[in-house]
């Protein structure tokens, strides 16, 4: 039997941080996206790890970035591991010497299998919902039976998740882990305190 993990991403503020960590969060997500509106540089992202307990899992958010510009980041932030959004293949997210994470946008195409196969350095495939031109945090679930695959690699559910209905999601497709960011919001980028310990709670009350 396990716990599901938890992850808050686009983390901008270090009250959020600590909170999240407070109540349960097992990982933390900065979004080093530039076109995102939870971007955050690497002076706030650096000031926020450093104040962080210990046994918190530090990820970096990267899409279609330059090798030069990734460097730059975890040259000055702490990361334990990096989420690829974009359209890198395994090459490139195996270069920087960090366990990765690669999103995989879901339709009925997808074959995880072969996803896997694809990345298969990966620590986990994190899977969302697909939106043309949207590289993540739409805030859309997708259809979860399209998890029903056998694959031999941790699944991390995200797209969508709220504390309403991750209750329903993790009985519905068993992941390892799940990820939320706008359903923890109060506005884009500033987390609901409230939100947050009721989705932590709703979703480690499931032992799987």
Same mark, same amino acid.
């Given at each position: 039997?396990?716990?599901?993990?938890?992850?808050?991403?686009?983390?901008? *503020?270090?009250?959020?941080?600590? /909170?999240?960590?407070?109540?349960?969060?097992?990982?933390?997500?900065?979004?080093?996206? *530039?076109?995102?509106?939870?971007?955050? @540089?690497?002076? &706030?992202?650096?000031?926020?790890?450093?104040?962080?307990?210990? =046994?918190? #899992?530090?990820?970096?958010?990267?899409?279609?970035?330059?090798?030069?510009?990734? *460097?730059?980041?975890?040259?000055?932030? %702490?990361?334990?591991?990096?989420? =690829?959004?974009?359209?890198? @293949?395994? +090459?490139?997210?195996?270069?920087?010497?960090?366990?990765?994470?690669?999103?995989?946008?879901?339709?009925?195409?997808?074959?995880? &299998?072969?996803?896997?196969?694809?990345?298969? +350095?990966?620590? &986990?495939?994190? !899977? @969302?919902? /697909?939106?043309?031109?949207?590289?993540?945090? !739409?805030?859309?679930?997708?259809?979860?039976?399209?998890? %029903?695959?056998?694959?031999?690699?941790?699944?991390?559910?995200?797209?969508?998740? !709220?504390?309403? %209905?991750?209750? +329903?999601?993790?009985?519905?497709?068993?992941?390892? #882990?799940?990820?939320?960011?706008?359903?923890?919001? #109060?506005?884009?980028?500033? $987390?609901?305190?409230? $939100?947050?310990? $009721?989705?932590?709670? %709703?979703?480690? @009350?499931?032992?799987?």
């Amino acid at each position: 039997m396990a716990i599901v993990r938890v992850k808050i991403c686009g983390i901008t *503020r270090l009250e959020d941080a600590i /909170y999240a960590c407070d109540v349960g969060a097992d990982a933390l997500g900065f979004v080093f996206y *530039r076109k995102s509106p939870r971007m955050i @540089d690497k002076a &706030a992202a650096t000031s926020i790890i450093s104040k962080l307990p210990p =046994f918190i #899992s530090k990820v970096g958010l990267f899409v279609n970035d330059s090798p030069e510009f990734i *460097r730059s980041i975890i040259q000055h932030v %702490n990361l334990d591991l990096l989420q =690829f959004h974009g359209e890198e @293949d395994e +090459e490139e997210c195996l270069q920087y010497g960090i366990p990765y994470i690669k999103a995989i946008k879901m339709r009925e195409e997808v074959d995880l &299998a072969t996803m896997v196969s694809k990345f298969e +350095e990966s620590a &986990a495939l994190l !899977t @969302d919902s /697909y939106v043309p031109g949207i590289p993540g945090g !739409t805030g859309k679930t997708f259809d979860w039976s399209l998890l %029903n695959q056998r694959v031999i690699k941790p699944i991390i559910l995200a797209g969508g998740l !709220t504390p309403e %209905n991750v209750g +329903e999601a993790i009985r519905s497709v068993h992941p390892y #882990s799940v990820d939320v960011s706008g359903g923890v919001e #109060s506005k884009v980028g500033v $987390k609901d305190k409230n $939100k947050i310990l $009721k989705f932590i709670q %709703n979703a480690k @009350d499931l032992v799987l």
